[in-house]
């Protein structure tokens, strides 16, 4: 196709989601106060136990309630189903489990409950994808009606967010008795959360407001929308669709490239949330014997890229990422500066390695596909021969485990807490994504994970993000703007949190 037909084909694409966009406005209501959301991901089950997806954890943040709640504002750990707790010496924590929540069937919250989910967490028999997040656990004592102390395998400067974000209290008296059948739990889940479960079905999911709920403060207050509907899927194309029939509200993980311009539409709004994502670039560096394994391959697509070209291509309102961490994270340290442009040394080094270099790109979600053109562009420059592969994450997950990925472009939000760890873990140390296989670099994720003072941990994480980024393994390409296209009588709390989607269900209201 020439340059004046693609121009043209898209700018009638753009008109044609322009003018679905403009008269969205006109079909919406709110009368019923339910409050409509696309967003990709599967809805298999609402327990994130079982199914870690960006639907899940936004609808579990309001359907359960957590031992203590990370204010974003205050940078602070919040009461919560725990009223208080203490650290009694660096393996303990005691907690004063409060008397006043219920589940959503009326039965009360009490200290046997947090007990129950602790022990089923740390329970060696219970085989579940995240092991990591609660694998620190040693063992829970109650110590009275309303007190419990839980102690860790070794001393972790990472368990109070991880009980913060990770950790959702479960009901023993409907959860304890499916033996191991525990994953339908999710499919018809209660909690003591501000929302209670509606219903469920392959691709949409509804909840209530509580209306009782009062047991939050202001950390967690009582929602402002009495009915939310979560539409999930990873087709794009319909959840648009959907939203042209007046069946959404708000419409998340929209194509940059068309919605920049609609905030220029009265009938619509367009919210860019400050959340804590980005978008990283990493190789396959495990088998040394095709090209991604050879150090001076990696330099030179690394010298090769124009990461400005790369960020211009998003619209505003993404953090420009300086490291594989926020400095906001507990445990990160500072990353080095990324390589400067130099297409005569890339093209150097592509020489010295003697062998045609051809690359399969897979970039997870729109945005990604959008910054993987003008990585490509950079590459070809360069020599390199790329094709781009669009991936839903299964697809991804899929490439990884059979060895069948070249490169990837992807989302990455920092593991969703105001902590560090999550980064070691995925990025550093061995398990699943582990891309290099480097010793020494998980000799780092080891230290980071023992070390329980703050500035010890930055300084190892630093030299962590940096050996990931000298030998070119992983390295952050790109801002992630979380942009919702919404309904004019809609409006979002863009502060941004330590979720996902940079916003919690909490945080969405009528104007």
Known sequence: MNSKASSRRKYIFAAAFATIFATHGALAQKSDDTMRIGMAGT?????????????SHFLSHGLFDTLIAYDERTNSYQPLLATSWKRTDERTLEFEIREDAKWHDGTRVDVDDVIYTLDWLSD???????????????????????????????????????LAMHIPILPEHKHGILLGEKYYFGRSPIGSGPYKF????????TVARVDSYAHGGATKPLPKIARVQVTGGWDYAERVAQWREGKLDILLDADPKLVTDLAKEKTIGLTPVAGYGMLVLAYDARDK??????????????????????????????????GLCWREQAGCGAAPAPAMQNINAARALLKEYGRPVEIALTAQGATAAQVAERVAFSWRAIGVTVRIEAAIPEELYMR??????DAAIFPWHGGAMPDVQ???????????WDLHNDSALHALAAQSSAATDDAQRREVTARAVAL??????V??????????????????????RWQTAGFTILDVSWR
């Open 43 to 55: 809805i298999a089950t609402l327990s994130i136990y079982h199914d870690s997806t960006p639907v």
């Open 124 to 162: 060696p028999a219970t085989r579940l994808h995240d092991e990591y997040k609660w694998d620190w656990i040693d063992h829970v004592e109650k110590l009275g009606r309303t007190k419990l102390r839980l102690i860790t395998k070794r001393p972790v400067a990472y368990d109070l967010p991880r």
């Open 198 to 205: 509606v219903s469920l079905d392959h691709t949409q999911a």
């Open 289 to 322: 014997n095709r090209a991604m394994g050879d150090a001076r391959v990696r330099k030179a697509l690394d010298l090769a890229l124009d990461r400005d070209a790369a960020a211009r291509v998003l619209p505003p309102g993404g953090r420009v990422p300086t």
């Open 400 to 405: 990884v485990r059979d060895h069948q990925l």
């Open 422 to 432: 999550d980064t070691v873990q995925m990025l550093f140390a061995p398990g699943f």
């Open 468 to 473: 990931a980024a000298t030998n070119d393994y």
């Open 475 to 496: 390295i952050p390409i790109a801002p992630l703007p979380t942009l919702a296209v919404h309904n004019a009588d809609v409006a979002i709390d863009a502060r941004g």
